[in-house]
């Protein structure tokens, strides 16, 4: 293995996919899933971020937070998952996020993320039978 005798653009990637690699079996070990998130760097010292995730967490979360406001809003109660159609896509309700101006949080048949008016949503699925799903 090199010895590094500074940071460089060259070498700062190498450094931090080492350390990712020597966290791994860490992660493991305790449930979660470890990865860098970046780094600031100078020629004699740098800092690695790293992100640590519950896996499940996340998605365990938005449906208790959808769960919890869906009805004040006017969606089901059951909605996460749910399919409607808007415009030539297909999206699958993933969650709420009550702190923004479009609130429904919604993955593209693609795998992109949109955000959309709760109104939109409701009539989408009130006038799309794919949304039975």
């Known amino acids: 293995m090199m010895k590094i005798k500074k940071f460089d653009s060259n070498n700062i990637d190498v ?9 791994r079996d860490t992660a493991k070990k305790l449930g979660l899933d470890i990865k860098g998130h970046g780094c600031t760097w100078g020629p004699s010292e740098t800092t690695f971020r790293l992100r640590a995730i519950v896996p499940g967490a996340a998605e365990r979360e938005a449906k208790a937070e959808y769960k919890q406001y869906a009805k004040s809003i006017g969606l089901p109660a059951d909605g996460i998952g749910k399919v409607f159609v808007y415009g ?12 923004k101006r479009y609130p429904v949080k919604a993955v593209r ?14 009539d989408a699925l009130k006038n799309d039978p794919a949304s039975a799903k």
């Open 88 to 99: 030539k896509h297909s999206y699958t309700i993933a969650g709420l996020d009550m702190g």
């Open 109 to 122: 048949n693609d795998g992109r993320s949109w955000g959309f008016a709760e109104s939109l949503v409701i």
């Open 15 to 23: 450094v931090a996919a080492a350390l990712e690699a020597a966290i």
